[in-house]
């Protein structure tokens, strides 16, 4: 659900970069010392999975269109929502600048689609309320599922809305929205059952780390997460450089939905400021289309390439934001 810049004015595309900019701020702002401290190793190994894990199109049957997950109900639920927040920004931001994936003046609307609704909407608001009374996994299957469709819907929603206000006149309100409800309702039914699924396997390996993220039992000094951060670093190398070539080539949700709408299933603009964003594109995407040369055997390459950006960009975002809030809780004291 990567929007292209074609699909936003100039107008919408500034006030969502704006939005999803103060969002950020915001969520470096709120995160604690101590608990920034906890999360940076799975802030990194985690948005290394999911940029490998949105590598992986699944095929919608009797649609030909495809989908492939978010991440956001899946980061907020192991991170809490402002860790979550950050991790995939940083997930979203590699793959504009180095893989052409979504455009960079879409950044900021892809941002709050992907990144601002689950995290910092959904996951307060339903995901975190389901299970206020303790986790087991009947409570967590359900909270993954509907708030990973709720998310998908909100953020769906959010794209149409976005173009609507951009006077996309070859994307109509009412068509535009008819195609992109129901095709991203069955593309968050299958996000469901996977966050569910992951959800479920890291609650009964480490639950200190959901128990933590959503504050049932306390804050927790320490984790013992070598064994499951070998884990993720493992299936996020597997999936990003092996079963990424078994991809569907089907269109995602939003292309056949401009398809089935507008007849095409990209549309281009004239507009300077479109055309600007686009030449640094050019210039930073090393890899446009996660294939060395435009070549589907690199993709593998591509995606442990990738993935190991994402690792030490959300890494480094993590130690960053605890070096900066060490010191000026030192100079505050001193």
């Given at each position: 659900m990567h929007m292209a810049d074609a699909l936003l004015s100039p107008a919408v595309g500034t006030t969502m970069y704006i939005v999803s900019t103060a969002a950020i701020a915001r969520s470096?702002?709120?995160?604690?010392?101590?608990?920034?401290?906890?999360?940076?190793?799975?802030?990194?190994v985690t948005g290394s999975f999911i940029f490998a894990a949105q590598m992986i199109n699944f095929t919608i049957p009797g649609t030909g269109s495809s989908g492939h997950i978010g991440g956001g109900m899946m980061l907020a639920a192991m991170l809490g929502g402002y860790p979550a927040m950050l991790t995939l920004s940083a997930v979203l931001l590699i793959q504009a600048l180095f893989f052409?994936?979504?455009?960079?003046?879409?950044?900021?609307?892809?941002?709050?689609?992907?990144?601002?609704?689950?995290?910092?909407?959904?996951?307060?608001?339903?995901?975190?309320?389901?299970?206020?009374?303790?986790?087991?996994?009947?409570?967590?299957?359900?909270?993954?599922?509907?708030?990973?469709?709720?998310?998908?819907?909100?953020?769906?929603?959010?794209?149409?809305?976005?173009?609507?206000?951009?006077?996309?006149?070859?994307?109509?309100?009412?068509?535009?929205?008819?195609?992109?409800?129901?095709?991203?309702?069955?593309?968050?039914?299958?996000?469901?059952?996977?966050?569910?699924?992951?959800?479920?396997?890291?609650?009964?390996?480490?639950?200190?780390?959901?128990?933590?993220?959503?504050?049932?039992?306390?804050?927790?000094?320490?984790?013992?997460?070598?064994?499951?951060?070998i884990g993720f670093g493992i299936a996020s190398l597997l999936i990003a450089g092996g079963l990424?070539?078994?991809?569907?080539v089907n269109p995602d949700g939003l292309e056949w939905s401009i398809q089935n709408v507008a007849g095409v299933s990209e549309?281009?603009?004239?507009?300077?400021?479109?055309?600007?964003?686009?030449?640094?594109?050019?210039?930073?995407?090393?890899?446009?289309?996660?294939?060395?040369?435009?070549?589907?055997?690199?993709?593998?390459?591509?995606?442990?390439?990738?993935?190991l950006i994402t690792f030490a960009l959300a890494g480094g975002v993590g130690v960053l934001i605890y070096v900066v809030k060490k010191k000026k809780i030192k100079s505050t004291s001193a």
């Open positions: 470096t702002s709120k995160i604690k010392l101590d608990v920034i401290e906890r999360k940076i190793p799975l802030m990194a052409a994936d979504g455009g960079l003046f879409a950044l900021g609307a892809n941002l709050f689609n992907i990144a601002v609704i689950p995290c910092l909407i959904v996951y307060p608001l339903i995901y975190k309320p389901i299970l206020k009374k303790g986790i087991d996994a009947k409570r967590l299957t359900i909270a993954s599922i509907l708030s990973a469709i709720v998310a998908l819907q909100l953020g769906a929603f959010g794209v149409v809305i976005q173009t609507l206000f951009s006077g996309v006149t070859a994307l109509p309100f009412a068509a535009f929205s008819l195609m992109m409800q129901p095709i991203h309702l069955a593309i968050g039914i299958v996000e469901g059952v996977v966050t569910a699924l992951v959800l479920n396997f890291v609650y009964k390996t480490r639950p200190e780390i959901l128990d933590d993220a959503i504050e049932t039992k306390g804050t927790k000094p320490k984790f013992h997460l070598r064994k499951l951060l990424s070539y078994f991809a569907s549309l281009f603009s004239n507009a300077s400021i479109h055309a600007f964003f686009a030449k640094i594109q050019e210039l930073t995407s090393f890899l446009p289309g996660y294939a060395p040369s435009n070549d589907p055997n690199g993709t593998g390459l591509a995606g442990i390439i990738g993935s």
